[in-house]
């Protein structure tokens, strides 16, 4: 049979007593029962806590997806802006090239209107005066309705004297922008 002894009385209402060498301390009925109920509440709110916290582990775990995609779409932003800048540079080469063919096909345009505005007024006796502004396109619009009319242009004059000879017939009929085009194609 069990050993127990009687080591205190509380003023509460509760005793320690020793039972085969160990402590137990013994309450009253009504104060296990406000215990239980507090525990009670306790463990509802334990339940309400978890709640809570799960609730705030999802929601921080959709930030955290957020933040990843944020993170990615940064690094996307980050290689389009490298590559923007490699399409800028491209365009602004491009750009000089295109102002450089501008510029030299301008010039060959004005030398070939020249020569086209020299022929009419040498060999078409066109007055100077009146296709001195004209444009290239102008000038050939002059020429082929010369030509449709039936004028031809005088023979050359290389002694000053007059008279000259006959361009080939593989040149006959060809309006001036042709024959440079030509000619151009053969210096290649």
């Not at 049979?1 to 020793?18: F, N, P, Q, R």
């Not at 215990?35 to 929601?59: F, H, M, P, R």
């Not at 020299?118 to 396109?137: M, R």
């Amino acid at each position: 049979m069990a050993e127990y002894k009687v080591l205190e009385a509380h003023g509460d209402g509760s005793i320690t007593i020793e039972v085969d060498g160990k402590k137990s301390k013994f309450v009253l009925e009504s104060d296990l029962g406000a215990v239980k109920n507090g525990l009670k509440e306790k463990e509802g709110e334990i339940t309400k806590l978890q709640v809570s916290l799960a609730d705030a582990n999802t929601k921080y775990d959709g930030e955290h997806q957020e933040l990843l995609k944020a993170r990615a779409s940064n690094e996307e932003l980050k290689k389009s802006t490298g590559e923007g800048a490699t399409y800028k540079t491209q365009v602004e080469d491009l750009t000089k090239q295109m102002a450089g063919l501008k510029e030299s096909s301008g010039k060959l345009e004005t030398r070939f209107a020249e020569r086209l505005r020299k022929q009419l007024a040498e060999g078409f006796k066109v007055d100077v005066e009146k296709i001195k502004d004209k444009g290239l396109a102008d000038l050939e619009t002059i020429e082929q309705t010369l030509a449709l009319a039936g004028y031809k242009p005088l023979p050359a004059n290389y002694d000053g004297k007059g008279g000259g000879s006959s361009p080939p017939a593989s040149l006959v009929g060809k309006s001036p922008l042709e024959l440079f085009k030509s000619g151009y194609e053969q210096t290649k």
